[in-house]
């Protein structure tokens, strides 16, 4: 008999990041609960940010997360 009740899962991504102001490039490893029965409860995590980023905001989700460039302060594109 296997149970799973209160166990959970996480979904995983990178993300592509992408300085404007001066072109440094990296990726970032996030996750988040993955509970297809309830609601999203907004437990994104950023597990790993690439060297010369930074997370600057984390959000609930990718909408609301931002990252930073560490050399120049901007906020990358993802």
């Known amino acids: ?4 009740v209160g166990m959970m899962t ?4 990178k993300v592509h990041l992408n300085c404007p102001a001066c072109g440094v490039v990296g990726e970032a490893d996030v996750s988040e ?17 690439s060297d010369g ?8 989700s990718m909408r609301t997360t931002k990252f ?11």
């Open 1 to 4: 008999m296997c149970h799973t």
């Open 10 to 13: 996480r979904d995983s991504w």
């Open 33 to 49: 609960d993955a509970q297809p029965l309830t609601p999203q409860t907004g437990t994104l995590t950023v597990d790993r940010v």
């Open 53 to 60: 980023f930074r997370t600057r905001t984390l959000g609930s």
């Open 68 to 78: 930073e460039c560490v050399r120049c302060g901007m906020v990358t594109q993802r």
